[in-house]
């Protein structure tokens, strides 16, 4: 589903290291890809990247196949079309991701109704005189749904007034809502209580499975990456330095950075 063949991203000016060098991976339907390395690394430069939101860097040189459809030469509009309804992305920090002047309920309702075609029918609802009492209900599932309690009287809060774990739990349901062929993970269960992080992790396993999503999940942890990824792919200083079965990665790497990052693993 995705191939990224070579990929390089610099400033515009070339003169400084390339941030990404030479990156090249890959996703499948039904599989669950992880991207590991420390801070510092390229791995949210490269999630960005796959949804060409790269600026101010600039793509120098490579290609980001997405269903064979090179995305490096596509205009604003094009991938504007593509966001959401073809690749999605949950960033690392959820309080980043949402308009701290607007309710949540606003923001929500501008989301289902930017996704409206591939929700419900809501043109025809508003036509019915409902007033998109659809796109509510969904709303108020999607929340109960992530364990958001009384998702009705939740509309009128602000991002301010939630943790940063109930924000996490419902960006990534509205990342998979419209359900996207593939969906970048940045760090999901970094603001979360282990409880609800294995829960996430369980759920996610299943929506893969259910729906043939190609995840790309960030993470530094590797016991999460040990319990939900097929393959590992590990990028240092820039550059993915290996990759292959998660089996063999975390059992037998063979880079150095590799082998210290397991040996520091609290598993």
């Known amino acids: 589903m995705l191939e990224v063949e070579g990929l390089t991203v610099a400033p515009p000016a070339g003169h400084d290291p390339p941030i990404l060098n030479d990156v090249s991976l890959a996703l499948a339907p039904g599989q669950v890809v992880g991207l590991v390395g420390e801070s510092g ?157 294995d829960r996430l992790l369980l759920d996610l396993q299943q929506t893969v499975t259910e729906r043939r999503l190609a995840v790309l999940l960030i993470t530094h942890d590797l016991a999460v990456a040990a319990q939900v990824c097929q393959s590992i792919a590990v990028l240092y200083r820039g550059r993915i330095v290996e990759s292959g079965a998660a089996r063999t990665i975390l059992s037998n790497p063979s880079h150095d950075y590799t082998r210290a990052l397991v040996a520091s693993a609290d598993w």
């Open 41 to 197: 690394s390229g791995k949210s430069t490269l999630a960005r990247c796959l949804l060409r939101l790269e600026a101010p860097l600039c793509i120098h040189a490579g290609r980001i196949l997405l269903n064979g459809r090179d995305l490096v030469g596509l205009s604003r509009g094009e991938m504007r079309r593509l966001r959401g309804r073809q690749i999605a992305m949950v960033q690392q920090d959820p309080a980043a991701a949402l308009d701290p002047i607007f309710t949540l309920g606003s923001q929500l309702r501008e989301f289902a109704d930017t996704h409206a075609r591939d929700l419900v029918d809501a043109p025809s609802e508003r036509a019915n005189g409902r007033n998109g009492q659809g796109l509510e209900g969904r709303i108020d599932a999607l929340l109960a749904g992530v364990g958001i309690d009384r998702p009705g009287r939740r509309h009128r809060q602000f991002p301010h007034q939630w943790s940063r774990g109930m924000l996490q739990r419902t960006l990534l349901a509205m990342a998979a809502w419209p359900a996207p062929p593939l969906l970048i993970l940045d760090e999901p269960t970094a603001s979360l209580d282990p409880p609800i992080a």
